[in-house]
Nanobody
Framework: QVQLVESGGGLVQPGGSLRLSCAAS????????MGWCRQAPGKQRECVAT???????NYVDSVKGRFTISRDNARNTVYLQMNSLKPDDTAVYYC?????????WGQGTQVTVSL
């Protein structure tokens, strides 16, 4: 059994920064891909960033230059550094990982960007 536990969400003013973390625990042999997706009220889930085991990253256009995904393989952890946050970034953020060739999701953490 593998579990993903997220942390780091909260309320931030426009232009501010937040750092999300997601740690995997359990019987883990390999984590091929790690990523972050988000879902705003009334909208479909959108995947915003991914990182492979070799460190290659990919971002959706709306967050390029503002968000940075990184991973710590020794800790089975993925991070999302979010800078220059906008109200449109408000959403529940979910981490996801391909662990032992099976896909897992975190429970979600709320990010609210507002004055």
């Amino acid at each position: 059994q593998v579990q993903l536990v997220e942390s780091g969400g909260g309320l931030v003013q426009p232009g501010g920064s937040l750092r999300l973390s997601c740690a995997a625990s359990g019987s883990i042999f390999s984590i091929a891909i790690m990523g972050w997706c988000r879902q705003a009220p009334g909208k479909q889930r959108e995947c915003v960033a991914t990182i492979t085991s070799s460190g290659s990253t990919n971002y959706v256009d709306s967050v390029k230059g503002r968000f940075t995904i990184s991973r710590d393989n020794a800790r089975n952890t993925v991070y999302l550094q979010m800078n220059s946050l906008k109200p449109d970034d408000t959403a529940v953020y979910y981490c996801n990982m391909l662990v032992n060739a099976k896909f897992y999701w975190g429970q979600g953490t709320q990010v609210t960007v507002s004055l």
